[in-house]
Protein backbone atom coordinates (compact mmCIF):
# COMPACT_ATOMS: atom_id res chain seq x y z
CA UNK A 1 0.00 0.00 0.00
CA UNK A 2 1.41 3.46 -0.56
CA UNK A 3 0.19 6.65 1.06
CA UNK A 4 1.79 9.79 0.14
CA UNK A 5 1.55 13.73 0.67
CA UNK A 6 2.13 15.71 -2.29
CA UNK A 7 2.18 18.92 -1.05
CA UNK A 8 6.08 19.76 -1.58
CA UNK A 9 7.78 19.13 -4.76
CA UNK A 10 11.35 18.61 -4.26
CA UNK A 11 13.99 20.35 -6.89
CA UNK A 12 16.54 17.80 -9.00
CA UNK A 13 19.59 19.12 -10.16
CA UNK A 14 21.21 16.81 -12.71
CA UNK A 15 25.18 17.27 -13.67
CA UNK A 16 27.32 16.29 -16.07
CA UNK A 17 29.40 16.76 -19.12
CA UNK A 18 26.50 18.18 -21.03
CA UNK A 19 27.52 17.48 -24.62
CA UNK A 20 28.61 13.55 -23.04
CA UNK A 21 25.57 12.82 -21.69
CA UNK A 22 22.95 15.15 -23.83
CA UNK A 23 20.84 12.33 -24.21
CA UNK A 24 20.89 10.97 -20.81
CA UNK A 25 20.07 14.41 -18.98
CA UNK A 26 17.03 15.34 -21.27
CA UNK A 27 15.34 11.52 -20.93
CA UNK A 28 15.92 11.62 -17.00
CA UNK A 29 14.29 15.11 -17.53
CA UNK A 30 11.49 13.77 -19.32
CA UNK A 31 10.73 10.35 -17.25
CA UNK A 32 10.60 12.42 -13.81
CA UNK A 33 8.30 15.29 -15.17
CA UNK A 34 5.91 12.23 -16.98
CA UNK A 35 5.99 9.88 -13.43
CA UNK A 36 2.65 9.55 -12.49
CA UNK A 37 4.44 9.31 -9.04
CA UNK A 38 7.50 11.27 -9.28
CA UNK A 39 6.14 14.09 -11.52
CA UNK A 40 3.95 14.83 -8.32
CA UNK A 41 7.28 14.97 -6.25
CA UNK A 42 10.20 16.72 -8.32
CA UNK A 43 10.87 19.09 -10.54
CA UNK A 44 13.75 19.30 -12.37
CA UNK A 45 16.69 21.40 -13.05
CA UNK A 46 18.71 20.97 -16.31
CA UNK A 47 21.64 24.04 -17.20
CA UNK A 48 20.78 24.08 -21.10
CA UNK A 49 16.41 25.07 -20.40
CA UNK A 50 18.29 27.82 -18.55
CA UNK A 51 17.45 31.22 -20.45
CA UNK A 52 19.58 34.08 -21.10
CA UNK A 53 20.55 36.15 -18.19
CA UNK A 54 23.01 38.57 -17.08
CA UNK A 55 25.10 36.97 -14.39
CA UNK A 56 27.28 34.20 -14.85
CA UNK A 57 26.85 30.81 -15.94
CA UNK A 58 29.02 29.93 -12.89
CA UNK A 59 26.87 31.06 -10.77
CA UNK A 60 23.52 30.11 -12.00
CA UNK A 61 24.78 26.49 -12.15
CA UNK A 62 26.61 26.51 -8.62
CA UNK A 63 23.70 28.28 -6.70
CA UNK A 64 21.27 25.46 -8.22
CA UNK A 65 23.47 23.10 -6.82
CA UNK A 66 23.65 24.72 -3.43
CA UNK A 67 20.12 24.99 -3.27
CA UNK A 68 18.45 21.51 -4.69
CA UNK A 69 17.20 18.92 -2.89
CA UNK A 70 18.74 16.34 -4.84
CA UNK A 71 21.87 16.22 -6.67
CA UNK A 72 21.86 13.85 -9.42
CA UNK A 73 25.38 13.57 -10.71
CA UNK A 74 26.49 11.26 -14.30
CA UNK A 75 30.18 10.00 -14.22
CA UNK A 76 31.39 9.06 -17.98
CA UNK A 77 34.39 9.28 -19.62
CA UNK A 78 34.77 12.90 -20.37
CA UNK A 79 36.15 15.70 -17.35
CA UNK A 80 34.61 17.87 -19.15
CA UNK A 81 35.84 22.41 -19.51
CA UNK A 82 37.89 23.37 -16.71
CA UNK A 83 38.32 26.74 -15.32
CA UNK A 84 41.32 28.73 -14.48
CA UNK A 85 41.99 26.31 -12.00
CA UNK A 86 42.06 23.37 -13.72
CA UNK A 87 38.62 22.25 -12.16
CA UNK A 88 35.50 21.31 -14.43
CA UNK A 89 31.53 22.54 -13.75
CA UNK A 90 30.60 19.68 -13.00
CA UNK A 91 33.42 18.64 -10.71
CA UNK A 92 32.37 22.58 -8.56
CA UNK A 93 28.38 21.07 -8.54
CA UNK A 94 29.12 18.27 -6.84
CA UNK A 95 31.42 19.90 -4.10
CA UNK A 96 28.47 22.58 -4.12
CA UNK A 97 26.12 20.66 -3.36
CA UNK A 98 27.78 17.91 -1.25
CA UNK A 99 29.05 21.00 1.27
CA UNK A 100 25.55 22.44 1.07
CA UNK A 101 24.46 18.88 2.41
CA UNK A 102 22.08 18.08 -0.23
CA UNK A 103 21.04 14.77 -1.13
CA UNK A 104 23.32 13.55 -3.49
CA UNK A 105 23.00 10.92 -5.87
CA UNK A 106 25.88 9.61 -8.41
CA UNK A 107 25.59 6.82 -11.62
CA UNK A 108 28.55 5.99 -13.22
CA UNK A 109 28.31 5.00 -16.83
CA UNK A 110 29.86 1.31 -17.04
CA UNK A 111 31.01 -1.09 -19.72
CA UNK A 112 32.82 -0.84 -22.97
CA UNK A 113 36.72 -0.73 -23.55
CA UNK A 114 36.99 2.97 -23.35
CA UNK A 115 39.45 4.48 -20.87
CA UNK A 116 38.30 7.28 -18.38
CA UNK A 117 40.38 10.89 -19.04
CA UNK A 118 42.80 10.94 -16.40
CA UNK A 119 40.90 13.77 -14.34
CA UNK A 120 37.54 12.15 -14.47
CA UNK A 121 39.10 9.01 -12.95
CA UNK A 122 40.25 11.08 -10.38
CA UNK A 123 36.76 12.87 -9.83
CA UNK A 124 35.43 9.24 -9.78
CA UNK A 125 37.34 8.14 -6.95
CA UNK A 126 36.81 11.17 -5.08
CA UNK A 127 33.19 10.51 -5.31
CA UNK A 128 33.63 6.73 -4.48
CA UNK A 129 35.96 7.66 -1.12
CA UNK A 130 32.66 9.43 0.29
CA UNK A 131 29.34 8.19 -0.60
CA UNK A 132 28.06 5.24 -2.33
CA UNK A 133 27.31 5.26 -6.76
CA UNK A 134 25.32 3.27 -8.85
CA UNK A 135 26.61 2.17 -12.17
CA UNK A 136 24.43 1.86 -15.33
CA UNK A 137 25.29 0.98 -19.28
CA UNK A 138 21.77 2.20 -20.82
CA UNK A 139 19.13 4.86 -20.62
CA UNK A 140 16.94 2.20 -19.54
CA UNK A 141 19.43 0.80 -16.42
CA UNK A 142 19.65 4.41 -15.59
CA UNK A 143 16.09 5.32 -15.12
CA UNK A 144 15.46 1.97 -13.29
CA UNK A 145 18.56 2.33 -11.17
CA UNK A 146 17.46 6.16 -10.16
CA UNK A 147 13.35 5.57 -9.37
CA UNK A 148 14.74 3.03 -6.69
CA UNK A 149 17.16 5.77 -5.16
CA UNK A 150 14.27 8.70 -5.53
CA UNK A 151 11.68 5.96 -4.04
CA UNK A 152 13.72 5.76 -0.86
CA UNK A 153 14.19 9.08 -0.90
CA UNK A 154 10.95 9.84 -0.58
CA UNK A 155 10.56 7.19 1.99
CA UNK A 156 13.34 8.70 3.97
CA UNK A 157 11.08 12.12 3.83
CA UNK A 158 8.09 10.13 4.71
CA UNK A 159 6.31 11.87 1.02
CA UNK A 160 5.89 8.05 0.46
CA UNK A 161 5.19 4.85 2.28
CA UNK A 162 5.13 1.33 1.49
CA UNK A 163 4.24 -0.44 4.67
CA UNK A 164 0.53 -0.91 5.46
CA UNK A 165 -1.14 2.11 6.20
CA UNK A 166 -1.63 1.03 10.42
CA UNK A 167 1.75 0.53 10.31
CA UNK A 168 3.57 3.90 9.04
CA UNK A 169 4.63 6.69 11.00
CA UNK A 170 1.81 9.32 11.36
CA UNK A 171 3.63 12.77 9.96
CA UNK A 172 4.15 14.89 13.00
CA UNK A 173 2.64 12.84 15.51
CA UNK A 174 4.24 13.20 18.67
CA UNK A 175 3.98 10.78 22.34
CA UNK A 176 1.79 13.75 23.59
CA UNK A 177 -0.61 13.80 20.76
CA UNK A 178 -1.98 10.45 22.74
CA UNK A 179 -4.45 10.08 25.58
CA UNK A 180 -2.52 8.30 28.58
CA UNK A 181 -6.02 7.99 30.32
CA UNK A 182 -7.19 6.28 26.84
CA UNK A 183 -4.21 3.85 27.41
CA UNK A 184 -5.04 3.11 30.81
CA UNK A 185 -8.31 2.33 30.34
CA UNK A 186 -7.46 0.23 27.19
CA UNK A 187 -5.43 -1.93 29.06
CA UNK A 188 -7.83 -2.20 32.27
CA UNK A 189 -10.78 -3.33 29.89
CA UNK A 190 -8.20 -5.62 27.97
CA UNK A 191 -7.00 -7.33 31.79
CA UNK A 192 -10.34 -8.06 32.42
CA UNK A 193 -11.65 -9.59 29.47
CA UNK A 194 -8.81 -10.79 27.65
CA UNK A 195 -6.00 -11.53 30.24
CA UNK A 196 -3.77 -8.74 29.17
CA UNK A 197 -0.39 -9.11 31.07
CA UNK A 198 0.68 -5.50 31.20
CA UNK A 199 -0.49 -4.13 34.25
CA UNK A 200 -2.58 -0.91 34.16
CA UNK A 201 0.31 1.55 35.19
CA UNK A 202 2.46 0.35 32.62
CA UNK A 203 4.35 3.23 30.73
CA UNK A 204 2.74 5.06 27.10
CA UNK A 205 5.87 3.96 25.86
CA UNK A 206 6.33 0.42 26.85
CA UNK A 207 2.31 -0.01 25.97
CA UNK A 208 2.84 1.29 22.60
CA UNK A 209 6.21 -1.15 22.35
CA UNK A 210 4.04 -3.96 23.47
CA UNK A 211 1.82 -3.62 20.67
CA UNK A 212 4.14 -2.52 17.85
CA UNK A 213 2.64 1.21 17.99
CA UNK A 214 6.06 3.16 18.41
CA UNK A 215 9.29 2.75 15.81
CA UNK A 216 12.36 2.25 17.52
CA UNK A 217 13.35 5.80 16.12
CA UNK A 218 10.09 7.25 18.52
CA UNK A 219 7.98 7.39 15.65
CA UNK A 220 4.04 7.10 16.79
CA UNK A 221 2.40 5.03 14.14
CA UNK A 222 -1.18 5.79 12.13
CA UNK A 223 -2.55 2.95 14.28
CA UNK A 224 -1.91 4.23 17.28
CA UNK A 225 -3.23 7.88 16.55
CA UNK A 226 -6.40 6.09 15.67
CA UNK A 227 -6.71 4.12 18.31
CA UNK A 228 -5.31 6.89 21.69
CA UNK A 229 -5.17 9.81 19.79
CA UNK A 230 -6.65 12.91 21.60
CA UNK A 231 -7.48 14.34 18.23
CA UNK A 232 -7.11 11.77 15.79
CA UNK A 233 -8.90 13.90 13.27
CA UNK A 234 -6.39 16.49 13.44
CA UNK A 235 -4.20 13.83 11.73
CA UNK A 236 -6.57 11.84 9.38
CA UNK A 237 -9.98 14.13 9.26
CA UNK A 238 -11.02 10.92 7.16
CA UNK A 239 -11.59 8.87 9.74
CA UNK A 240 -14.72 10.70 10.75
CA UNK A 241 -17.65 9.19 11.05
CA UNK A 242 -21.08 10.65 9.07
CA UNK A 243 -24.23 9.20 9.99
CA UNK A 244 -27.55 9.97 7.86
CA UNK A 245 -31.18 9.27 8.76
CA UNK A 246 -33.63 9.38 5.62
CA UNK A 247 -37.31 9.98 5.33
CA UNK A 248 -37.64 7.47 2.27
CA UNK A 249 -35.43 4.95 0.54
CA UNK A 250 -33.30 6.65 -1.22
CA UNK A 251 -30.32 9.18 -0.69
CA UNK A 252 -32.38 12.73 -0.81
CA UNK A 253 -32.76 15.41 1.34
CA UNK A 254 -34.01 16.75 3.03
CA UNK A 255 -32.66 14.31 6.10
CA UNK A 256 -34.38 13.60 9.17
CA UNK A 257 -30.86 13.53 11.38
CA UNK A 258 -27.25 14.17 10.21
CA UNK A 259 -23.97 13.69 12.90
CA UNK A 260 -20.22 13.84 11.90
CA UNK A 261 -18.62 12.15 14.85
CA UNK A 262 -14.92 12.65 15.80
CA UNK A 263 -12.97 10.69 18.02
CA UNK A 264 -10.84 7.17 18.31
CA UNK A 265 -11.87 4.14 16.64
CA UNK A 266 -13.88 2.92 19.87
CA UNK A 267 -15.45 6.28 20.27
CA UNK A 268 -16.53 6.48 16.75
CA UNK A 269 -18.00 2.52 17.00
CA UNK A 270 -20.44 3.84 20.28
CA UNK A 271 -21.39 6.84 18.75
CA UNK A 272 -22.37 5.98 15.27
CA UNK A 273 -23.94 2.39 16.80
CA UNK A 274 -25.82 5.22 19.10
CA UNK A 275 -27.19 7.03 16.49
CA UNK A 276 -29.08 4.57 14.53
CA UNK A 277 -30.48 2.12 18.21
CA UNK A 278 -31.97 5.79 18.62
CA UNK A 279 -33.49 6.26 15.26
CA UNK A 280 -35.38 3.09 15.06
CA UNK A 281 -38.24 1.53 17.01
CA UNK A 282 -37.74 0.32 20.43
CA UNK A 283 -40.98 -1.79 21.78
CA UNK A 284 -41.19 -1.92 25.19
CA UNK A 285 -43.65 -3.64 27.51
CA UNK A 286 -44.80 -4.06 31.22
CA UNK A 287 -43.73 -6.39 33.60
CA UNK A 288 -46.51 -8.73 32.87
CA UNK A 289 -44.87 -9.70 29.90
CA UNK A 290 -41.40 -10.47 31.34
CA UNK A 291 -39.99 -13.23 33.84
CA UNK A 292 -38.21 -10.87 35.94
CA UNK A 293 -38.88 -6.66 37.72
CA UNK A 294 -37.24 -5.56 34.77
CA UNK A 295 -39.70 -4.37 31.77
CA UNK A 296 -38.86 -6.16 28.40
CA UNK A 297 -38.21 -3.90 25.30
CA UNK A 298 -36.88 -5.27 21.84
CA UNK A 299 -35.19 -3.15 19.38
CA UNK A 300 -36.01 -3.12 15.53
CA UNK A 301 -33.00 -3.99 14.94
CA UNK A 302 -30.26 -6.74 16.95
CA UNK A 303 -27.78 -4.02 18.35
CA UNK A 304 -24.94 -6.65 17.99
CA UNK A 305 -25.40 -6.96 14.33
CA UNK A 306 -25.99 -3.08 13.81
CA UNK A 307 -22.52 -2.52 16.28
CA UNK A 308 -20.64 -5.15 14.58
CA UNK A 309 -21.16 -3.27 11.17
CA UNK A 310 -20.01 -0.10 12.32
CA UNK A 311 -17.02 -1.69 13.98
CA UNK A 312 -16.22 -4.05 10.51
CA UNK A 313 -16.13 -0.78 8.91
CA UNK A 314 -14.16 1.18 11.11
CA UNK A 315 -11.44 -1.23 11.68
CA UNK A 316 -11.07 -2.72 8.07
CA UNK A 317 -11.50 0.26 6.27
CA UNK A 318 -8.70 1.23 3.90
CA UNK A 319 -7.63 4.94 5.63
CA UNK A 320 -5.44 6.09 2.36
CA UNK A 321 -8.80 6.91 0.87
CA UNK A 322 -10.61 10.53 1.45
CA UNK A 323 -13.91 9.14 1.71
CA UNK A 324 -15.26 8.46 6.04
CA UNK A 325 -17.22 5.63 7.10
CA UNK A 326 -20.98 6.53 6.15
CA UNK A 327 -24.15 5.17 8.40
CA UNK A 328 -27.21 5.28 6.53
CA UNK A 329 -30.57 4.98 7.83
CA UNK A 330 -33.06 4.25 5.58
CA UNK A 331 -36.99 3.79 5.61
CA UNK A 332 -36.39 -0.23 4.89
CA UNK A 333 -32.71 -0.69 5.63
CA UNK A 334 -29.34 0.35 7.49
CA UNK A 335 -26.66 0.61 5.10
CA UNK A 336 -22.66 0.89 5.96
CA UNK A 337 -20.18 1.84 3.64
CA UNK A 338 -16.73 1.85 3.36
CA UNK A 339 -13.76 2.53 1.39
CA UNK A 340 -12.33 -1.05 1.53
CA UNK A 341 -12.55 -3.97 -0.08
CA UNK A 342 -12.34 -7.69 0.77
CA UNK A 343 -8.86 -9.30 1.02
CA UNK A 344 -7.71 -10.95 -2.25
CA UNK A 345 -9.50 -14.92 -1.89
CA UNK A 346 -11.99 -13.89 0.40
CA UNK A 347 -15.57 -13.40 -1.39
CA UNK A 348 -18.67 -11.90 -0.25
CA UNK A 349 -20.68 -16.00 -0.31
CA UNK A 350 -17.50 -16.35 2.30
CA UNK A 351 -18.62 -13.99 4.81
CA UNK A 352 -21.68 -16.11 5.80
CA UNK A 353 -19.89 -18.82 6.54
CA UNK A 354 -16.71 -19.55 8.57
CA UNK A 355 -13.48 -17.94 7.36
CA UNK A 356 -10.38 -16.97 7.47
CA UNK A 357 -9.63 -13.42 9.62
CA UNK A 358 -7.38 -11.52 7.64
CA UNK A 359 -7.70 -7.60 8.40
CA UNK A 360 -6.11 -5.55 6.49
CA UNK A 361 -5.30 -3.02 9.28
CA UNK A 362 -3.49 -5.55 11.81
CA UNK A 363 -1.76 -3.09 13.89
CA UNK A 364 -5.63 -1.81 14.68
CA UNK A 365 -7.29 -4.82 14.63
CA UNK A 366 -5.62 -6.65 17.22
CA UNK A 367 -5.68 -3.48 20.00
CA UNK A 368 -9.53 -3.40 18.98
CA UNK A 369 -9.81 -7.46 19.50
CA UNK A 370 -7.85 -6.55 23.03
CA UNK A 371 -10.82 -4.38 24.59
CA UNK A 372 -13.46 -6.94 23.08
CA UNK A 373 -14.28 -4.61 19.91
CA UNK A 374 -13.70 -7.27 17.08
CA UNK A 375 -12.79 -11.07 17.63
CA UNK A 376 -9.95 -12.71 15.39
CA UNK A 377 -11.36 -15.60 14.29
CA UNK A 378 -13.22 -14.05 11.40
CA UNK A 379 -16.53 -14.66 13.17
CA UNK A 380 -18.04 -11.04 13.17
CA UNK A 381 -19.97 -11.18 9.58
CA UNK A 382 -20.92 -14.68 10.33
CA UNK A 383 -22.77 -13.52 14.01
CA UNK A 384 -23.76 -10.83 11.87
CA UNK A 385 -26.10 -13.36 10.07
CA UNK A 386 -27.60 -15.33 12.66
CA UNK A 387 -27.91 -12.32 15.03
CA UNK A 388 -30.30 -11.32 11.91
CA UNK A 389 -32.06 -14.91 11.29
CA UNK A 390 -33.15 -15.13 15.34
CA UNK A 391 -34.42 -11.33 15.22
CA UNK A 392 -36.49 -12.45 12.29
CA UNK A 393 -35.10 -10.44 9.83
CA UNK A 394 -33.63 -11.09 6.06
CA UNK A 395 -29.76 -12.08 5.85
CA UNK A 396 -27.77 -8.84 5.78
CA UNK A 397 -26.68 -8.09 2.11
CA UNK A 398 -22.59 -7.91 1.27
CA UNK A 399 -21.30 -5.68 -1.36
CA UNK A 400 -17.70 -5.68 -2.56
CA UNK A 401 -16.97 -3.44 -5.15
CA UNK A 402 -16.05 -0.48 -5.94
CA UNK A 403 -16.60 0.29 -1.74
CA UNK A 404 -17.48 -2.24 0.63
CA UNK A 405 -20.89 -1.89 2.07
CA UNK A 406 -23.00 -4.01 4.15
CA UNK A 407 -26.86 -3.88 4.33
CA UNK A 408 -29.25 -4.80 6.78
CA UNK A 409 -33.40 -4.88 6.19
CA UNK A 410 -35.60 -3.42 8.25
CA UNK A 411 -39.14 -4.55 9.06
CA UNK A 412 -41.94 -2.75 8.37
CA UNK A 413 -43.37 -3.00 12.08
CA UNK A 414 -42.35 -4.78 15.37
CA UNK A 415 -43.87 -7.65 16.60
CA UNK A 416 -45.73 -6.51 19.67
CA UNK A 417 -47.92 -8.21 22.38
CA UNK A 418 -51.81 -7.90 21.94
CA UNK A 419 -51.91 -6.83 25.60
CA UNK A 420 -49.37 -4.55 25.99
CA UNK A 421 -51.18 -1.37 26.81
CA UNK A 422 -50.99 1.99 24.64
CA UNK A 423 -49.36 3.92 26.87
CA UNK A 424 -45.90 2.06 28.12
CA UNK A 425 -43.64 3.88 30.02
CA UNK A 426 -40.44 3.96 28.88
CA UNK A 427 -38.15 5.78 31.49
CA UNK A 428 -37.17 2.26 33.04
CA UNK A 429 -34.48 -0.13 32.47
CA UNK A 430 -34.88 -2.15 29.50
CA UNK A 431 -34.94 -6.10 29.94
CA UNK A 432 -33.53 -6.98 26.42
CA UNK A 433 -30.52 -4.64 28.14
CA UNK A 434 -30.37 -5.21 31.78
CA UNK A 435 -31.13 -8.65 31.82
CA UNK A 436 -28.41 -8.91 29.72
CA UNK A 437 -26.15 -7.63 32.16
CA UNK A 438 -27.33 -9.92 35.15
CA UNK A 439 -26.65 -12.80 32.72
CA UNK A 440 -23.15 -11.57 32.38
CA UNK A 441 -22.62 -11.54 35.53
CA UNK A 442 -23.89 -15.10 36.07
CA UNK A 443 -21.81 -15.91 33.04
CA UNK A 444 -18.48 -13.81 34.88
CA UNK A 445 -18.76 -13.30 38.53
CA UNK A 446 -16.46 -10.69 39.46
CA UNK A 447 -15.71 -8.94 37.00
CA UNK A 448 -16.10 -5.16 36.57
CA UNK A 449 -17.82 -2.22 34.84
CA UNK A 450 -15.09 -2.13 32.08
CA UNK A 451 -15.47 -5.92 31.33
CA UNK A 452 -19.62 -5.89 31.25
CA UNK A 453 -19.78 -2.20 29.52
CA UNK A 454 -17.46 -3.62 26.55
CA UNK A 455 -19.40 -7.34 26.28
CA UNK A 456 -22.77 -5.14 25.99
CA UNK A 457 -21.60 -2.45 24.06
CA UNK A 458 -22.56 -0.09 26.65
CA UNK A 459 -20.81 3.01 28.60
CA UNK A 460 -19.81 2.33 31.98
CA UNK A 461 -22.64 4.34 33.30
CA UNK A 462 -24.98 2.64 32.16
CA UNK A 463 -23.79 -0.85 33.23
CA UNK A 464 -23.67 0.95 36.85
CA UNK A 465 -27.67 2.01 36.53
CA UNK A 466 -28.27 -1.69 35.09
CA UNK A 467 -26.80 -2.77 38.37
CA UNK A 468 -28.62 0.08 40.42
CA UNK A 469 -31.65 -1.50 38.88
CA UNK A 470 -30.94 -4.53 40.05
CA UNK A 471 -29.57 -4.12 43.11
CA UNK A 472 -31.73 -6.68 44.77
CA UNK A 473 -30.22 -9.63 42.74
CA UNK A 474 -26.69 -8.13 41.94
CA UNK A 475 -24.07 -6.50 44.39
CA UNK A 476 -20.36 -5.20 43.58
CA UNK A 477 -17.65 -6.69 46.26
CA UNK A 478 -14.24 -5.48 46.89
CA UNK A 479 -12.53 -1.69 45.74
CA UNK A 480 -13.53 0.52 43.33
CA UNK A 481 -10.79 -0.61 41.00
CA UNK A 482 -10.19 -4.29 41.79
CA UNK A 483 -13.70 -5.27 42.39
CA UNK A 484 -16.35 -6.68 40.54
CA UNK A 485 -20.19 -7.64 40.31
CA UNK A 486 -21.44 -10.71 41.87
CA UNK A 487 -25.29 -12.17 42.04
CA UNK A 488 -26.87 -12.18 45.57
CA UNK A 489 -26.86 -15.06 47.27
CA UNK A 490 -30.19 -14.78 49.16
CA UNK A 491 -29.80 -18.00 51.17
CA UNK A 492 -26.96 -16.66 53.27
CA UNK A 493 -29.00 -13.70 54.35
CA UNK A 494 -32.58 -15.30 55.00
CA UNK A 495 -33.36 -15.53 58.60
CA UNK A 496 -34.05 -19.45 59.87
CA UNK A 497 -37.24 -20.46 60.25
CA UNK A 498 -38.92 -20.09 63.55
Known sequence: MIWYNSAVKYRIFISSVQR??????????DYIRRD????????????????????????????????????????????????????????????????????VLVFVRGGGNSVREPKEEAFLRRIESERVRR???????????????????????????????????????RLSDLSVKKMRDFVKTAREIRGFRLPVNVSAKDLLTHLNLIRADGGITNAAILLFGKNPQRFFINSEVK???????????????????????FELADQATRFVMTHVSNWVGTRSEGTSVIVPTKYELPYDAVKEAIVNAICHRDYTSHQSVQVMLFADRLEVWNAGRLPKGLTVADLKRAHSSLPPNELLALPMYLKGAIE????GTEDMVKQCRNWGLADPEFTDGPDFRIAIRRRTSVDVPANV???????????????????????????????????????RRTIKRYAAALSDVVEFRGGTKTGGYFVKDHRQSREPDS
Open 376 to 379: KTGT
Open 421 to 459: PANVPANVPAKGEAEAFLQSVKESPGLGTAFHATKLGKT
Open 20 to 29: EFALERRALA
Open 243 to 265: CAQFYGVHVEKPMADHQIYQGDV
Open 135 to 173: SFRTIRDLRATLAVSLVRFLEEQGKIQTAPFDACVAVGA
Open 36 to 103: ALFGKFFEVFIFEETPAASVSAQKVYLDEARNCDVYLGLVGLKYGNEDNKGVSPTEREYAAAAGASRH
